[in-house]
């Protein structure tokens, strides 16, 4: 897991943002495929679900 699979499982919305303005990659997957927004979904974090969502998650 990166820093931000990390932040999105925890739920940890500013984390996020700071990690996205410093160029974290949205949608970099884990060696099991699994993106960040992936991660949120799964650990029912609506609020990082759609701040992914907007800043382009796919």
Known sequence: ?????????????DIIQLLLEAGASVDLPTLN??????????SCRPSCVEYLIKAGAK
């Open 33 to 42: 495929g699994a993106t960040p927004l992936m991660r949120a979904i799964e």
């Open 1 to 13: 897991w990166t820093p931000l699979h990390h932040a999105c499982h925890a739920g940890q919305l």
